[in-house]
C-alpha cells in the first residue's frame, strides 16, 4: 500500500555494523509493527507500538531497538548487526487492535 | 504464550484441485484474520473472522472460523495459478493487541 513506506529496499551492511531501518505511514494510525520473515519461520514479531512513545517487545526483540516519537515514524535500529539478521523486514500499522495489518514493501537486510 | 500453527507447510496442486490449510491457536482467539503474500511480495490482507462458528466467503475462497474459536481454516475450490502464494493466519489472543501469525502454507498450482 503507498500509505506505509520502508526504506531502503534493500541493504548489505558488515558484522557489527549500526543499521536502521525506517518505516513511514500517512494513515495516522496508532499501531505500528516490525516483523522479520525466514524461511521456515513465517513472520516474527519483533517490537511493536501503540502509540507515540508507546513501544513493547515481541517474539524476538534481542539485537534490536525501536522509537516512536511521532506517530508515523517507526524505525528499527540494529545496534550491532549480527549474520543471524540476515533476514526481510516488515513493517506494519492498523487503525487499532482489531483492524488488519497493512504491511510496506519490505526491506531486504544482509548482513555479511 | 500464545502459538498459531499452521498446516501444511506446503501444498502443490493441479490447477482446478482444491487446497486446504488449517490454522490452530493454543489459546482462544478473540478474532483470527488471513493474509496472502505473492512470491516476492508482502502479505496482504484478506478476511477477519470474530464470531464463533462464523463462515465467509470470496468468490472461491471459504473461510471458517472454529466454534471454540481456537482453530480456522481457508478453503479454495478450483485452484487458478493466479492462487500461488503463501497464505497466513494470524491471531489476537484475548489478552493481546500484537498479532501472532502462523508460519503459514505455501501454494503451488501448476497448469
Known amino acids: 500500500d503507498a500509505g506505509i513506506t520502508q526504506s531502503p529496499r534493500y541493504k548489505i551492511t558488515e558484522t557489527g555494523r549500526q543499521v536502521t531501518l525506517m518505516c513511514h505511514q500517512t494513515?495516522?494510525?496508532?499501531?505500528m509493527f516490525w516483523y522479520r520473515q525466514d524461511l521456515g519461520h513465517g513472520l516474527r514479531l519483533i517490537y511493536y507500538?501503540?502509540?507515540?512513545?508507546?513501544?513493547d517487545k515481541g517474539e524476538v526483540p534481542d539485537g534490536y531497538v525501536v522509537s516512536r516519537s511521532k506517530t508515523e515514524n517507526f524505525p528499527l535500529t540494529l545496534e550491532s548487526a549480527t549474520r543471524s539478521q540476515t533476514s526481510v523486514y516488515f513493517c506494519?500499522?492498523?487503525?487499532?487492535?482489531?483492524?488488519?495489518?497493512?504491511f510496506g514493501n519490505g526491506t531486504r537486510l544482509t548482513v555479511t | 504464550g500464545q502459538q498459531v500453527m499452521q498446516i501444511p507447510q506446503y501444498q502443490h496442486v493441479q490447477e482446478g484441485e482444491d487446497f486446504t490449510t488449517y490454522c490452530n491457536s493454543s489459546?482462544?482467539?478473540?478474532?483470527i484474520q488471513w493474509y496472502k503474500q505473492r512470491p516476492g511480495g508482502h502479505p496482504v490482507f484478506l478476511i477477519q473472522l470474530v464470531k464463533s462458528g462464523e463462515v465467509k466467503k470470496q468468490k472461491r475462497l471459504t473461510f471458517q472460523f472454529g466454534e471454540a474459536k481456537k482453530n480456522s481454516s481457508l478453503h479454495i475450490t478450483a485452484t487458478q495459478t493466479t492462487d500461488v502464494g503463501t497464505y497466513f493466519c494470524?491471531?489476537?489472543?484475548?489478552?493481546?493487541?500484537?498479532?501472532?501469525f502462523g508460519k503459514g502454507t505455501s501454494l503451488l498450482v501448476t497448469p
Open positions: 507500538s501503540a502509540a507515540a512513545d508507546i513501544t
Open positions: 506494519a500499522s492498523s487503525r487499532d487492535t482489531n483492524s488488519p495489518l497493512h
Open positions: 494513515w495516522s494510525h496508532s499501531y
Open positions: 494470524a491471531g489476537h489472543a484475548n489478552s493481546g493487541y500484537a498479532l501472532n
Open positions: 489459546t482462544t482467539l478473540s478474532n
